[in-house]
C-alpha cells in the first residue's frame, strides 16, 4: 500500500511488467538485469515522473532498500507537499543497466515501453528528469537540456510535460535542491489545474 508523505522515506510498491515484456530481450540490457523494471509507486496515478533507468533496488542479502535517487526524489516532494499516492514513477530503460552499452539501441528498444505505458494509464503530466531524459523524449531538439527546459511546461504525445534535474544531481549538489522542489511545486499545481 502507498504511503503518503507522513513517512518521508517509503519503497514504493512496484508493478509488475506485462506478461510479454517481463522476458524482453529487444535490447542487450536483457542480458544484465535481474528483472525489467515497469515503475512503482501508484499505477492509477494522474503525474507520472519519467528517470532515465532503475538503479539498485536490493541489498546483496535481496532486501528492498531506497536508492539515492529515490531517497532525494521522495525528499523533494515532501518539500513540495507532494504526496506519493500521486505519482507514478517509471524509467525511459525498464532494465537496470550495470556494465556499458550501446545507449541509443537501448533508447531506441525501450521506447515502444514508455508509450505503452502512456496510452495506458493516461496520466494528466508528465515529469521528465535529467538532461538524458530531456534529449531521450525531444530528439530533434540537439543538446537540448534541462537548464533550458525548466521553468515551462511543454507537450509530449498530447500531455503537458515538465522537466527538472536528476535527483543524483541535485544530491551532489544540494544548491539544486530549491530549484528542484520549485519544480515539483510547479508541477503540482499543473496537476490541480488539469483537474
Ligand atoms: S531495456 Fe527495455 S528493450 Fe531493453 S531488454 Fe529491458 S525492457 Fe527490453
Known amino acids: ?107 531506441e528498444a525501450c521506447s515502444p515501453n514508455l508509450q505503452i505505458q502512456l496510452q495506458e494509464k493516461k496520466p494528466l503530466v508528465l515529469l521528465g528528469f535529467g538532461n538524458v531524459v530531456a534529449g531521450a523524449l525531444f530528439p530533434r531538439n540537439e543538446n537540448v537540456s534541462v537548464k533550458e527546459l525548466r521553468g515551462r511546461w511543454h507537450e509530449y504525445q498530447g500531455i503537458p510535460i515538465g522537466f527538472t534535474y536528476h535527483p543524483l544531481a541535485v544530491r551532489r549538489r544540494p544548491n539544486l535542491m530549491k530549484f528542484f522542489v520549485h519544480d515539483l511545486i510547479a508541477l503540482k499545481e499543473r496537476w490541480r489545474e488539469s483537474n
Open 1 to 107: 500500500m502507498t504511503k503518503s508523505i507522513v513517512d518521508p522515506f517509503v519503497i514504493l510498491p512496484e508493478e509488475a511488467a506485462p506478461l510479454g515484456v517481463q522476458h524482453c530481450e529487444r535490447c542487450e540490457l536483457s542480458n544484465q538485469r535481474d528483472r525489467v523494471i515497469w515503475g512503482e509507486g501508484n499505477p492509477e496515478a494522474p503525474i507520472l515522473m519519467i528517470l532515465d533507468n532503475p538503479g539498485a533496488r536490493e541489498d546483496r542479502q535481496g532486501n528492498s532498500f531506497l536508492c539515492g535517487t529515490r531517497e532525494t526524489l521522495q525528499c523533494g516532494m515532501r518539500e513540495a507537499g507532494l504526496d506519493t499516492d500521486s505519482v507514478y514513477v517509471t524509467y525511459l530503460l525498464k532494465c537496470r543497466p550495470i556494465r556499458s552499452y550501446n545507449k541509443p539501441e537501448a533508447r
